[in-house]
């Protein structure tokens, strides 16, 4: 059955605890974690502290996508602060085979992504070093945009090529994605749905069942 993995960037970090709580109770799994360094992307989120509090605090799968430059020089610092999976950007690392093998190697999960208008095909050489690819369906660095039409085709184009090459890589889409267009993501292949204002901005637990409630149906 399809995930969800809501990005606590949209959360109120002056309530924070709270928000996390809210989601308790439901069929979560998986919470998404943005770190942004301001560089990569023109925004900074939030670092290994708040990821640490989290672990400490919380069960769920921390998805963390990196949107910072060179990754590979933080590998150890997320994996001692609880990360699971480490997404880096294609365009962030100057040695993306040698990141994603220092991440496998710390004993995480290695995801990859890419902006929207880099060349998809670009990945193909590092799907065997990974057990995620993320389809960003906005520009990354703000929460709040809206959905890139375009990136179902990436989202089909990914799944006709890890199900013709049997690989076990789970297919994530990051941006723009509601309860009111999360139909058509799923029908393109997408294993995986990161959405962020959509749950935290709402009455979160409620809305974490809406999403579920789809997900079952598209399971039938």
Known sequence: MVELA??????????????IEDTY????KILHVDVMDGIFVPNISFGFKVINDLRKNCNYFLDTHLMIEEPIRYIEEFKKAGADRLTVHY?????LGETLDLINKSGMKAGLTFKPKTDK??????????????????????????FMEDSLEKIKFF???IDDNNLDVKIEVDGGIKTTNVNKVIDAGADIIVAGSDVFAKDIKNQINNYYQIFKQKSL
């Open 159 to 161: 799944r006709k090529y």
């Open 25 to 28: 109770g439901t069929d979560l």
């Open 91 to 95: 365009e962030a690392c100057k040695n």
């Open 121 to 146: 095909e670009s990945m193909l050489d590092y799907m065997d070093k990974i057990d995620l690819i993320l389809i960003m369906s906005v520009e990354p660095g703000f929460g709040g945009q809206s």
């Open 6 to 19: 809501p990005s606590i960037l949209s959360c109120n970090f002056y309530d924070l605890k709270s928000d």
